[in-house]
């Protein structure tokens, strides 16, 4: 592991506990949102018949860091009637708990923030402090529409993590473990193995399991999809009717925090996914560092997958963003309680009673 | 004890993220519910009608391309009509069809609008902009023929102020060839789509006695159930030599006259469009426009009303003249000004979120009602 | 129930044929083109610009007042004998000074109205749409040719040859007013009457 490898080359436990937690952060998270909102434009464009950011570097390369320049050197504007510190604070408690979950997820089989035993519960409960910041940013801003916005995001996350749960437990009811590095391992890297097509067990359970997986997978997808606020459950972030968000009063580089988090929490959601049910890291042909017996090679083939398989659903959220059009309140909390939930029941009861079999 | 609520005036502001123009809208809302919305219009107001009393009659007509921005050629056409039936001129045919093909071009692209803006509203970006490319294939041509995108100054009094470019049929029949599939790929990727369906069915219904009433007409009376259409029911130049339906709602995903009726109509209403032009293109005999143009314009004393078919309704042009070379009076009857009158009307009792949906349905343009 | 597994499986088919949509235009070709360093050929009868050709003009005000906004502001000079302006293009005869001819691009409307009643065609629009300015004042464009000394110096010469006109009738009419009291001093008394004899004091 990256932590022991790195205790063994300095003898320092909290030198290497530091390079471990910041790694992901500088090495990973930053030039993915870089890159992120770079592609978001230029695969919107392109979806549209255009072509996007064309001016700053070849393509349109330098665009975000154009836009990152443009950010930091604005005025940070602090309105006179706002509580001061809950609004200095929010967009700091929102990308801490965005960018908190990726403690737990393994990138490669060598590196993981942090090998917790309770991996995806870890995640979860760090997650939820997203909604803490989303209401501080609405009530600090002092501006009505704001605090409507800030509500409607704070129901529609809260509702929406009732049947995140609910597919993870299913999950953890067949392999039997909390830890994401231990469901990685378990689906050995061919991809008949993966949880999408049963997991690594042979027998009728596998076979029985498939439709349940891949539905457990869609409703996942979706309702990971609401928590992250994008269309078409985006009420709380688009420039819609007249309530215009709960980050409308944030300026420079508070915003941009606001923005780096959203590009996070993607990738972090479809990191999760990716891991439950398409095999995390693994690859689904076998390794090349194997078959040529270099066995450095393979934690890299791991993190090019898992990054693939990540970029992969991040592509798709942003292919649903310019596809549909955004659901009104009302209807948002109808398809939660009236679609998803009663399919996760479902679907947790009956994958249970094919676990017993 | 009851819980006491008060109603919230909300102020919908001159600055619309969606855009409509510059229309201002006071929403009395009693939670989420409204009970009353009071439209404020005359930001856009240019006094079009006192100042046409100080021109000239033709320079009128670029002022009138300026009401209706979106559909100019109708207008233009409006007046064009007023005016020659006033002076008792009789047009070449070959002025005739080309002026019928111009304006439903010009219906095409003011619904492409519609429709694309509407998608927008909704939160679907990607139609809006596969719309727009449409309608750039329908402004060129407008372009090579007069010159301009928007604003045209083509139809005059009496007859064109150029005739058709050599390329104009060639490039027309291409167009219409590439536009087919594109009406169906609109149709797929929003008409159809479950999520736009519950946005919009069901709501803002506009019951067709109430339309009656208020004298609305165009899309928003056909979508209601009532089969009116002025190219049929009083018809003018040479549309009665064409072979079109008149589509009607029908309800067919809510309520009839619902806004997705009003939407689906528009999309209906171009695929017609298209089989009139094709008509137009094969009869279209040769002529030459310009001679039946008057040196002077100095019609006799008189007044006459006329009405033509705009694409978002009745547009009525009403000229009083006293002999002498500029107008006594001239005033226009705005489709959109009606349908503004009944938009109170539509949103009683629907949420907040619907308001933009029934205020895209409608398709006003504030040009238009300001003047 | 049914109506509930018809919505659901409904919602979940539209949106796929959706993305198809979407998914096919990633592969379309961009319908744009990078403006600054592409520009789109306009067609020719495009209306930009406004030129006026001063040779061919001969001052008949006719774009003037076509203009619905009067954007166009023309004064012309009448011309003395014996000045020479030259013809223009189709075989006109000029006979005035056109000693101003603005046209100011900030009102004016680009309908082309000025164009068509020129009866030399010297008022024509041309291709150059890019010539924005920073301050309004820069599109008050004026096409007059002669130099300010030469404008004044026409306006001059006309109105020293309308004073010496004035001049030249006054005399003539002094000198015809003379010839008649001289005629009739000549002619022998009439029988004078009242009136007749108090004409001939105011005459004098």
């Known amino acids: 592991m990256m932590y022991d490898w790195l205790y063994n080359l300095t003898g320092s436990e909290i030198l290497s506990m530091f390079v471990v937690s910041l790694l992901p952060l500088f090495v990973f998270i930053l030039p993915f949102a870089l890159f992120a909102v770079l592609m978001e434009r230029k695969v919107s464009a392109h979806m549209q018949d255009r072509l996007g950011p064309m001016r700053v570097g070849y393509h349109g390369i330098l665009q975000t860091i154009a836009d990152i320049i443009k950010l930091l050197q604005k005025e940070d504007l602090v309105p006179t009637a706002t509580d001061k510190t809950l609004f200095n604070f929010a967009p700091l408690l929102v990308f801490m708990g965005s960018y908190a979950a990726f403690a737990a997820i393994p990138f490669s089989g060598f590196f993981i923030g942090s090998k917790i035993d309770l991996g995806i519960i870890f995640i979860v409960g760090v997650t939820g402090l997203v909604v803490a910041g989303i209401l501080m940013a609405g009530w600090a801003s002092n501006n009505k529409y704001s605090l409507l916005g800030a509500m409607r995001a704070a129901a529609q996350i809260i509702s929406y993590e009732i049947p995140t749960l609910l597919i993870i437990l299913t999950v953890i009811m067949v392999t039997g473990t909390l830890s994401l590095y231990d469901l990685s391992e378990m689906q050995t890297p061919y991809f008949w193995n993966w949880l999408i097509l049963g997991g690594p067990a042979i027998g009728l359970e596998k076979v029985l399991l498939i439709p349940f997986m891949i539905m457990g997978c869609l409703i996942i997808y979706t309702s990971t999809l609401a928590e992250v606020n994008r269309t078409p459950f985006d009420i709380p972030e688009a420039e819609s009717e007249l309530v215009s968000g709960y980050h409308t009063e944030y300026s420079g580089m508070k915003f941009a925090m606001f923005f780096l988090a959203e590009y996070a929490n993607m990738f972090a959601v479809s990191a999760i996914v990716a891991v439950l049910f398409f095999g995390g890291y693994q690859s689904p042909f076998g390794y090349l560092g194997n078959t040529l017996n270099l066995p450095w090679l393979i934690p890299i083939e791991q993190f090019f997958w898992f990054t693939s398989k990540g970029l992969f659903f991040v592509f798709v959220q942003m292919w649903l963003r310019w596809t549909l059009p955004r659901f009104r309140v009302d209807q948002l909390m109808a398809f939660c309680w009236k679609y998803l939930i009663p399919f996760s029941f479902v679907i947790l009861l009956l994958v249970g009673l094919i676990t017993l079999i | ?371 | 129930m049914k109506d509930y597994i018809v919505n659901f499986w409904q919602g979940l088919f539209t949106i796929l044929i959706g993305m198809k949509v979407t998914f096919k235009h990633l592969f379309v070709p961009a319908v744009t083109i990078q403006y600054p360093s592409v520009k789109p050929q306009l067609p020719e009868r495009e209306r930009n610009r406004l030129y006026v050709n001063m040779d061919d003009c001969i001052g008949c005000d006719q774009c003037a007042r076509a203009c619905p906004v009067n954007c166009i502001e023309i004064e012309t000079v009448k011309s003395v004998p014996g000045d020479d302006l030259g013809t223009t293009s189709n075989g006109k005869k000029k006979a005035l000074w056109v000693t101003t001819f603005n046209i100011d691009f900030a009102k004016c409307c680009y309908c082309q109205l000025c164009v068509f009643p020129c009866p030399t065609e010297c008022i024509y629009m041309t291709d150059v749409y890019e010539f924005s300015e920073f301050s309004r004042e820069n599109l008050l464009y004026d096409f007059v040719t002669l130099l300010p000394e030469e404008r004044i110096q026409k306006k001059k010469n006309f109105e020293e040859m309308q004073a010496k006109k004035e001049a030249e009738k006054a005399e003539a009419a002094k000198k015809a007013a003379e010839a008649k009291v001289a005629a009739q001093k000549e002619k022998p008394e009439v029988k004078p009457n009242d009136t007749s004899s108090e004409n001939k004091e105011e005459n004098k």
């Open chain 2, 1 to 371: 004890m009851a819980l006491k609520t008060e109603e919230m005036v909300l102020n919908m502001g001159p600055q619309h993220p969606s855009t409509h123009g510059v229309l201002r809208l006071e929403l009395q809302i009693d939670g989420e519910i409204i009970i009353d919305v009071i439209p404020h219009i005359g930001y856009l107001h240019r006094c079009f009608e006192k100042h046409a009393e100080a021109m000239t009659y033709p320079q009128i007509i670029p002022y009138t391309d300026r009401m209706d921005y979106l559909a100019s050629m109708y207008n233009e056409f409006g007046y064009a009509l007023a005016m020659e039936r006033l002076m008792k001129i009789e047009v070449p045919e070959r002025v005739e069809y080309i002026r019928v093909i111009m304006g439903e071009l010009q219906r095409i692209a003011s619904h492409l609008v519609a429709l694309g803006t509407y998608g927008a509203d909704i939160g679907a970006f990607t139609p809006f902009l596969f719309c727009f490319r449409d309608r750039e294939r329908i402004l060129h041509l407008f372009e090579i023929t007069c010159g301009a995108r928007l604003l045209y100054n083509y139809i005059w009094i009496g007859g064109l102020s150029h005739d058709l470019h050599p390329d104009f049929i060639r490039l027309t029949k291409e167009f219409i060839k590439d536009f087919r599939p594109n009406v169906k790929e609109l149709n797929d990727l929003l008409s159809y789509n479950r999520i736009f369906i519950e946005r919009t069915a069901n709501v803002g219904v506009l019951p067709i006695d109430t339309a009656i009433n208020y004298g609305v007409s165009g899309p928003n009376l056909r979508a209601s159930g009532m089969k009116w259409d002025l190219r049929r029911d009083d018809p003018y130049s040479v549309y009665h030599k064409f072979d079109y339906e008149i589509p009607v709602g029908s309800g067919e995903k809510g309520k009839t006259g619902d806004c997705w009726d009003r939407y689906f109509i528009r999309v209906r209403e171009m695929e017609e469009s298209l089989k009139i032009i094709e008509q137009a293109i094969e009869q279209i005999p040769e002529g030459d426009v310009k001679s039946a143009i008057p040196k002077r314009v100095k019609p006799p004393e008189g007044q006459i009303y006329t009405r033509v078919e705009n694409p978002r309704g009745e547009l009525g042009y009403f000229i009083i003249s006293d002999g002498s070379l500029n107008p006594s009076r001239v005033k226009v009857r705005a489709p959109s000004f009606v349908t503004m009158q009944i938009f109170p009307e539509l949103c009683k009792g629907f949420m907040v979120a619907d308001v933009v949906a029934i205020l895209g349905s409608v398709d006003i343009v504030l040009g238009e009602i300001d003047r």
